[in-house]
Each structure stands twice: as structure tokens, then as C-alpha cells.
């Protein structure tokens, strides 16, 4: 079974500080890890994946996530923060066989300027 | 390109009403989901299909039914709505069939209250 676990339900931040959301996720095979984006008032929007190959996965909007299977993590980074990015942000796990991905309970980021 | 569309965006129910939340999608994905959307409890799944013509309980099925009526529709039905059941749901689909990896296109979700 696979599982996901975002820390912090909340995270603030100043505008133009360093972005970080963490997420750990288990898994007992390689997993397929995934970070979107939700706009009040939106759906879910991709933000990136990690599928296999390159440990730093880049995304749009100038986000990147880093997996690292030692730590079982994939957190989602951005170096400067923007007004913009003010929303709630949820990590996710699929693994083969399982088409159904997992969703952490997102973590709600605040943008202060 | 629409992707996912869901109607209606909004709704006020009182309770032991029934209604059903439709969902199209233009993508010709083979797999559809609905999810709902609670305070601090994530995305729950309520019903998936992987295929047309296939649909399955996912984590929180009680008080709900679904019916996949082509490969574009994937609708979901409150037969007596229950105030535990307000919630904002979400109509999603994905490419399942080249594998696991393909991430999920979301509706913009329909916001349902039930007195």
C-alpha cells in the first residue's frame, strides 16, 4: 500500500523567500510522484512529476521537486516566492498496479508581502 | 480544449432530495474519477472507472452511485442527500492506459450545500 504524508498544513512565507513543502510518501515499489497546484475556487492543476531517470524534476511556474529515495521524500521547492503562488498545494504517489493515486492532505501555502 | 468540464458549479440541496453531478471530458481518457474535497481531509475518492463500461468503489462510497455512460461521461448520483454530504467535488481523468505514471486532469468542481 502506498501512502503520502505532506508536513505542515500551513506554511508562510515573505514574499521573495525561499518556498519549501515537504512530502514523504511509502511506498514497498518504485513510486510515480506528483505535485499540484489548487487555485481557490479551481480544481487540481499539475504542477510537476517525478516518473524515472532525473531526481530533480522542474515545473512550471518555477517550482522543482528533488526525490530522494533514501528519505523517501520529494519536497517541492522555489526559490523566491510571488504573491501569485498563494494556494493550497498537494503531493501524490502511484505506483504500478495501482492506478489510483494517493493524495496527501495538502498544505496551504501563504504569501505574505 | 475544454478537458474536464462538471455541472453544475454550484447547488443547494435540502436533505433527502436527490440529484446527479454530470462529467465530460474531451481528452478521449480512458479513466474518470470523483472525489470529494473536505476541510483539512484532503482528496477522498468516491468512485473511479477505469475503462468504459467499469466502475469501482473507491474510499468513500456510501450514499453515492455512479454510472459511466460513454468513454466521455462519467456521472455521479445522490439518491437521498444527507448534510454530511456537503462537500466541493471533483470530476477527474487520465491516460491509464500507457501506465500509472499519468498524472490526472481536474474539473473546476461543483460546490454542493444540503440543508
Known amino acids: 500500500a502506498q501512502s503520502v504524508t505532506q508536513l505542515g498544513s500551513h506554511v508562510s512565507v515573505s514574499e521573495g523567500a525561499l518556498v519549501l513543502l515537504r512530502c514523504n510518501y511509502s511506498?514497498?515499489?518504485?513510486?510515480?510522484l506528483f505535485w499540484y497546484v489548487q487555485y481557490p475556487n479551481q480544481g487540481l492543476q499539475l504542477l510537476l512529476k517525478?516518473?524515472?531517470?532525473?531526481?530533480l524534476v522542474k515545473g512550471i511556474n518555477g517550482f522543482e521537486a528533488e526525490f530522494k529515495k533514501s528519505e523517501t521524500s520529494f519536497h517541492l521547492t522555489k526559490p523566491s516566492a510571488h504573491m501569485s503562488d498563494a494556494a493550497e498545494y498537494f503531493c501524490?504517489?502511484?505506483?504500478?498496479?495501482?492506478?489510483?493515486?494517493?493524495f496527501g492532505r495538502g498544505t496551504s501555502l501563504i504569501v505574505h508581502p | 480544449n475544454a478537458g474536464v468540464t462538471q455541472t453544475p458549479k454550484f447547488q443547494v440541496l435540502k436533505t433527502g432530495q436527490s440529484m446527479t453531478l454530470q462529467c465530460a471530458q474531451d481528452?478521449?481518457?480512458?479513466?474518470m474519477y470523483w472525489y470529494r474535497q473536505d476541510p483539512g481531509m484532503g482528496l477522498r475518492l468516491i468512485y473511479y472507472s477505469a475503462s468504459e463500461g467499469t466502475t469501482d468503489k473507491g474510499e468513500v462510497p456510501n450514499g453515492y452511485n455512479v454510472s459511466r455512460l460513454n468513454k466521455r461521461e462519467f456521472s455521479l448520483r445522490l439518491e437521498s442527500a444527507a448534510p454530511s454530504q456537503t462537500s466541493v467535488y471533483f470530476c477527474?481523468?487520465?491516460?491509464?492506459?500507457?501506465?500509472?505514471?499519468?498524472?490526472?486532469?481536474f474539473g473546476d468542481g461543483t460546490r454542493l450545500s444540503i440543508l
Open positions: 511506498s514497498s515499489v518504485p513510486p510515480y
Open positions: 477527474a481523468s487520465s491516460l491509464i492506459s500507457t501506465g500509472p505514471n499519468q498524472p490526472q486532469h
Open positions: 481528452m478521449n481518457h480512458n479513466s
Open positions: 517525478y516518473t524515472t531517470g532525473a531526481t
Open positions: 501524490a504517489v502511484s505506483v504500478g498496479g495501482s492506478y489510483i493515486p494517493t
